[in-house]
């Protein structure tokens, strides 16, 4: 039965409101409003640092979905109960166009190809629907729009800057980069000095700030800083420096700060500070505020990737970047401790699912092991989504599976297939030494490029099954 306006108001007068009272706020009744009370629509986020494996991970979870028949999907309740019907792609709501759709197709192709390929790395965000149609454990037909997005993490990261003023941002990301960097970004941004003793102290105050300095070479010192940005994240690293939206190759962003830690201070520096605080708080409320209040703040759960053996081959220092990373990112989230009533006119998060990524990568035995890295890459983040109320699941997945375990009288060994279709087999080194992480055997250990398993168009799998069971499950009940 459906639930009527009646009901609706009695329900939210108990919660201390009322609907008109709600409607007076400025709160629109919309069709999404009505299917998220009904659970008939699920705003899942799935972010990661780069070359964590989104679209790896969105891809998979689509396929498994829609070949729910041939998937080994053992964990999946709906599913070892016959209760799934059918499931379809959709493009995104109206809302969410702005994103760009996510290229299942391109990558689904890319997997059932002669050679198997994995997705390419996620650039900017992206969006996609799936409607999941099935039996409810009462015999009801029912349909589920599940909305995902893909965020880089990147992005995420950009949030903090919502709690930040210029100043703050400045102090931050200047001591990120003396503690990290030392050569080539002070190289980048020694023309800001140039700049700053070029300027006319003797300009008119009414005059705009940027007209008081040598435009070309300001706006090549931007356009260096910016492909530097780039360069970092290509390498896997610089996961804390920000803009983050820059970071990627973005034509709607053109107007972004640079920290001024080259700058020597005084009073012709002011007319620079100036100029960055104005960049800064263009950047903030043009890009990272609509961003966040569009896409990030209507979410009810959030997925978490971490490549746990990339942290661990880029050694420590990689280690408390993802962690500050993952904290910053939990910080700007608004939990809730289940989906409420409340939580339908203004969505909060009541789940968060963090993932140790490409598990078959790493013999079966050492898999708890991985639970426990990325539970220390992630320990405050973790903690404070608990101290906000809301679930934690953390598990060791390979959302596509490129590896066969395996065991001779010399060992026990993974077996794969590289890109170039050789034949290769490796063991990993442990995870965890004697007193802290294994960060030096990992500095040496490297793969090649390998192929996806796939079965009847299917990508094999490591616990993908949990883990969409983790994340809508208890929504196809």
Partial sequence: MKLSTKSLRRKLSKAGSTLDELVDQGVSVSTHHWERLRQERLKIGVAGLSGSGKSTFITSLIAQLRCFDEATLTSLSAHVEGRLRAVELLPPAKHREELGLFAFSKHHSQLVAET????????????????????????????????????????????????????????????????????????????????????????????????????????????????????????????????????????????????????????????????????????????????????????????????VQSVLHHGKQRKEEVSEALALIMGQVMFTETHSLMNWLSPHVDKIMIYATKADLVLPEDHEEMRKVVQQVAQDAIRYTKTQGASVHVEAVAAMRATRYSMDDRGEFLSAKTSEGKSVRFQNPTLIGAESLNYESFKQYALPSLQPRVKHGVPEHLRMDTAIEQILGDWLR
């Fill in 116 to 307: 198997p390929s994995f997705p390419p790395s996620t650039e900017r965000p992206s969006a996609i629907d799936v409607r999941i149609n099935y039996v409810s454990r009462k015999g009801k037909r029912k349909s589920l729009i599940v909305e995902i997005t893909d965020f880089p993490g990147e992005w995420l990261v950009d949030t903090a800057l919502l709690e930040m003023n210029f100043e703050e941002w400045n102090s931050w990301q200047s001591k990120i980069w003396n503690e990290y960097e030392q050569g080539e970004i002070k190289e980048i941004l020694a023309p800001l000095q140039l700049v700053n003793e070029g300027v006319d102290l003797e300009s008119a105050s009414s005059e705009p700030v940027s007209a008081r300095f040598d435009e070309q070479l300001l706006k090549n010192t931007f356009e260096n800083y910016k492909h530097y940005l780039q360069s970092k994240r290509s390498e896997s690293g610089g996961t804390l420096y920000t803009p983050g939206q820059v970071t990627v190759p973005n034509d709607n962003v053109d107007c972004f700060p640079i920290p001024l830690f080259t700058v020597e201070e005084g009073e012709r520096s002011r007319a620079l500070f100036s100029l960055m605080e104005e960049r800064y708080m263009n950047y903030v409320n043009g890009s990272v505020k609509p961003f966040y209040e569009n896409h990030i703040k209507g979410l009810d759960r959030q997925v978490l990737l971490v490549d």
